[in-house]
Nanobody, 115 residues
Framework: QVQLVESGGGLVQPGGSLRLSCAAS????????MGWYRQAPGKERELVAD???????NYAYSVKGRFTISTDNAKKTVYLQMNGLKPEDTAVYYC?????????WGQGTQVTVAS
């Protein structure tokens, strides 16, 4: 079993910053990638950013230069530092981890960007 606990969402004004965290626990042997997805109302879930165990990162074009994904030294917690937030970043953000060929999802955390 794998558990993912997310935190850090909330309401922020345009131009503000938030930091999301996702702590993974349980059977993590074979973990290859950790990442963040988001889903806005009426839209499909989309990749925001992900990071491999070798620290290779991948970002959606819309967040490049504003968001930074990282992990802790144990590579069991993944962070998403979000700067320069825009109203279009409003969505539920989901943590995602891949262990071998299985994908696990967090429960989601709401991020709302509004003045």
């Amino acid at each position: 079993q794998v558990q993912l606990v997310e935190s850090g969402g909330g309401l922020v004004q345009p131009g503000g910053s938030l930091r999301l965290s996702c702590a993974a626990s349980g059977s993590l042997f074979g973990l290859t990638t950790m990442g963040w997805y988001r889903q806005a109302p009426g839209k499909e879930r989309e990749l925001v950013a992900d990071i491999t165990q070798g620290d290779n990162t991948n970002y959606a074009y819309s967040v490049k230069g504003r968001f930074t994904i990282s992990t802790d030294n144990a590579k069991k917690t993944v962070y998403l530092q979000m700067n320069g937030l825009k109203p279009e970043d409003t969505a539920v953000y989901y943590c995602n981890v891949r262990i071998f060929r299985t994908v696990y999802w967090g429960q989601g955390t709401q991020v709302t960007v509004a003045s």
